[in-house]
């Protein structure tokens, strides 16, 4: 498969309390205790595993009233029923491949119903949402998609006898082979050779692929959500206004996809006021790609790649895609819907 194929199939496609191994008190607040992984029952760590799969299972064949049956009472509350649509619009369009449980939390909380409780797992201290009951669990699920791998986060309560889900996050863990620390790594790399319009990229990409819902931040989130106070950030990044080539180019969207072969590559959306044609569409693509070879060349020290769109219509994109080391590549056959 060529680099144009890669690239655009990659585009194509987010008692207990004290036999618990940490046990905290807080004054006011109550106590709780957390278990991560092997110091949680077999049988507790079977059943969330099992019914973190049966939850993806059924979004992957699209039975959203089933999926709705899954949820608890508190969940189906807290959860905007187009947000859950959306993650089945978005799993059908995006198949995954086989799922992996990659952590399980366990959590037994008395007295304060809101916040965060401290787990600790390797790496540091992870902190999971107090709330939902005596005791609650939490999941992560990995799956790998085209040129990177998606993770499901779980947040279970029991209800009517079973384990229900009341908060779920979907979201890209992982780009071309590279996840969240090592996109932090890469990005701490460039910022210490005062390359700041990348390490700005790449932390927020970075950022993306840690993030595992706002019911659980695993040690490195943490971890990473005090770096990022010391973030020197380039402003063309902030204010989504690329001054290159002698132009200002308004950015509708920044991200980052990888390929089959482990290329990372920048994907620009720009922002215009109306659609245009797709010639006309290729010709500001090239104009703001020309500015980024003229005045910000670093961008290959980090990307193989970078693919810009503009809209031509409804819902659609021309894009015009530059390999780093090929120079412009030949444009699909079609134009490329988002």
Request: hydrophobic share 45%.
């Amino acid at each position: 498969m060529g680099p144009r194929a890669t690239i655009t199939a990659a585009i194509g496609m987010l008692a207990i309390l004290a036999a618990s191994g940490f046990v905290f008190w807080q004054a006011g607040l109550g106590f709780h205790a957390c278990r991560v992984d092997d110091d949680i029952s077999l049988g507790d760590r079977t059943a969330v595993a099992q019914a973190s799969v049966e939850f993806i299972e059924l979004v992957r064949a699209g039975e959203t009233s089933a999926v709705f049956e899954r949820m608890s009472r508190a969940g189906l509350e807290s959860t905007e029923r187009a947000a859950l649509l959306n993650i089945v619009e978005m799993t059908i369009s995006a198949p995954g491949g086989e799922l992996e449980t990659r952590r399980t939390y366990s959590l037994h909380s008395i007295g304060a119903a809101r916040g965060y409780a401290p787990c600790r797992e390797d790496g540091g201290m992870a902190f999971v949402a107090r709330g939902g009951g005596f005791h609650t669990m939490f999941a992560v699920v990995a799956e790998p998609i085209d040129g990177a791998e998606r993770s499901w986060s779980f947040w279970f309560e029991r209800e009517r006898g079973v384990w229900r889900v009341r908060g779920v996050h979907v979201g890209v863990s992982e780009v071309a082979g590279r996840d969240g620390a090592e996109l932090w790594a890469l990005a701490e790399e460039q910022r210490r050779q005062n390359q700041v319009f990348n390490s700005t990229l790449l932390y927020d990409i970075a950022s993306t692929a840690l993030f595992r819902g706002q019911f659980l931040h695993p040690a490195e989130a943490e971890g990473f959500a005090r770096a990022r106070q010391m973030w020197r950030r380039h402003q063309d990044v902030i204010q989504a206004r690329f001054h290159v080539g002698g132009q200002v180019f308004p950015i509708a969207n920044m991200s980052a996809v990888g390929t089959g072969d482990g290329s990372l590559v920048l994907v620009l959306d720009q922002a215009l006021d109306l659609p245009v044609t797709a010639a006309e569409a290729d010709e500001k693509n090239r104009a703001l790609i020309d500015g980024m070879n003229a005045d910000r060349p670093e961008w290959r020290a980090v990307f193989d790649a970078i693919a810009v769109g503009s809209p031509t219509g409804p819902n659609r994109v021309w894009r015009t895609v530059y390999d780093g080391a090929q120079g412009y590549l030949p444009p699909p056959d079609e134009i490329i819907r988002l």
